[in-house]
């Protein structure tokens, strides 16, 4: 049976989820909310605060919608599958990503660090300290070693977590955040821990709380210079697989990291039926490469999502409905072995303050690569495409290798212009100098 389908959310993200689910034929009609000119080519945008449940359950409704697909984390941890499950008429609407419990592990770091302790997962040794604890806390800090790691426990879009050098600048941003409420009500709470030193990587895995996939791993590139310098971005490229991501390694992750996770909800009954991203860091240890977690994302990432699903074979509406339905076991995954590689095109002046409603040249010279839009929008003339945010567009190619990916990733993003575009020109060198050596 073909569905109507709403997917939510407006980056670039979600023009590759959309790319997928538009693609399959169990899919009659894609809607987005809100969107962006590049969904717009996919189906319908509809004018939606992905936040506002009231107004998605109307546009559900009315529109004989059967699946919600949530792109961003926000209405997770707002709760949105607990909404729809608690109404009548939306009950039996499959909505993919975790109750507003499972979302806790994005939401609060304190909770995710309390889960992975208690269920035996690898992570970095920690301590959650609130203004009434401080000093707990900086004792804390002084049995660690530099550099010292703060997170602030609450959502902080990306900007909650601090590393800091010395002591006291530690202890000076411990205060900072816990008594001058730093990151809002986000850093009430505090969490410090040990330093992992090691090459970071993004696993992803597609569960309907029972049963799991491990989707492709991906590199991601935060920073907005190259050789990883500079303020930290949403992410300003992708590689998809990670070459040091070999079977050995991927073996630990599953058992010592993805299995526990899923048995962890499970004991807790907890519903998740949805993306989990493991944020891990690689540690070299006296067996190869340790995988530890970072953090609990309970959405998929971007720019990763851009290189992992055109590697994604099997009908993604197919992949859904399995997980919501709890049979994810019962239908194998289909992964093109190729390599992705994608570079994110960005406003000059971002991750700070840049312009908007830039005309944008050569999109459609981009034949063999897929352009996928994050801030853009159609212009007065609904001829031209303009930018409209910070990150604007991200471009991938699949190619054997990973030289060549980047190759033709890098060709076809040169025909892309506008006036002040950006983009990192060292997406992937990392994984080549590695894999020299
Ligand atoms: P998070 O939001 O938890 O992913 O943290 C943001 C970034 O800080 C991560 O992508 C890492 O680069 C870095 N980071 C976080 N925790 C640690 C840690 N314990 N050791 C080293 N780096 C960390
Ligand atoms: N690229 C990192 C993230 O999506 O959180």
């Known amino acids: 049976m073909s569905i109507r389908i709403l997917l939510l959310g407006s980056g670039g ?18 809607y987005i909310a809100p969107g962006n000119a590049g969904t717009a080519a996919l189906g319908t945008n509809i004018d939606l605060n992905v936040s506002d449940f009231d107004a998605i359950r109307q546009c559900v409704i009315n529109l004989g919608i059967k699946m919600v697909v949530v792109g961003p984390e926000v209405p997770l941890v707002e709760g949105i599958v607990d909404y729809f499950a608690a109404d009548e008429q939306l009950a039996n609407i499959a909505v993919i990503g975790p109750s507003k419990e499972g979302a806790m592990l994005e939401g609060s770091k304190d909770y995710a660090k309390a889960f992975m302790t208690e269920h035996g997962i690898p992570t970095a040794r920690y301590g959650t300290f609130d203004r009434f604890t401080i000093n707990k806390g900086i004792d804390f800090l002084h049995n660690l070693s530099a550099p010292y790691v703060l997170k602030a426990d609450g959502l902080a879009a990306g900007k909650g977590v601090l590393i800091l050098d010395t002591l006291d600048e530690a202890e000076a941003s411990l205060h900072e955040m816990l008594e001058k409420q730093l990151f809002g009500k986000a850093s009430q709470q505090v969490v410090v821990e040990e330093y992992l030193d090691g090459i970071e990587l993004s ?17 991601d590139y935060k920073r907005i210079g190259e050789g990883d310098t500079g303020p930290n971005t949403g992410g300003m490229g992708s590689i998809s697989p990670v070459p040091f991501a070999d079977k050995n390694f991927m073996q630990k992750v599953e058992q010592r990291i993805v299995l526990p996770t899923i048995r962890g909800l499970r004991k807790q009954k907890t519903d998740y039926r949805g993306f989990i991203f493991l944020g891990l860091m ?25 290189s992992v699903f055109p590697r994604i074979k099997t009908d993604m509406v197919d992949l859904l409905e399995h997980t919501w339905n709890k049979t994810l076991e019962t239908i194998p995954l289909d992964i093109d072995s190729r390599t992705a590689a994608s570079v994110v095109l960005a406003a000059e002046g ?6 908007k409603g830039m005309p944008i040249q050569g999109l459609a010279e981009c034949k063999e690569c897929m352009v996928f839009h994050a801030g853009t929008a159609n212009g007065n003339d609904n001829k031209t495409i303009v930018t409209n945010g910070g990150r604007v567009l991200c471009v991938t190619a699949l190619s054997d290798t990973l030289p060549t990916a980047l190759l033709n990733c890098y060709q076809a993003a040169d025909k892309i212009t506008w006036d002040g575009r950006y983009m990192r020109r060292d997406i992937g060198q990392d994984l080549l100098r590695l894999s020299v050596e």
């Open 203 to 219: 696993v992803f895995v597609l569960t309907d709380g029972r049963h799991y996939k491990i989707l492709p791993t991906a590199k």
């Open 282 to 306: 690689a540690v070299k240890g006296p067996d190869g490469l340790d995988p530890y977690v970072i953090e609990y994302n309970v959405r998929m990432g971007d720019p990763e999502t851009q």
């Open 350 to 355: 971002y991750p700070g303050s840049y312009a």
């Open 13 to 30: 993200r979600e023009h590759a989820i959309a790319s997928k689910l538009a693609e399959s034929k169990k899919c009659s009609h894609l």
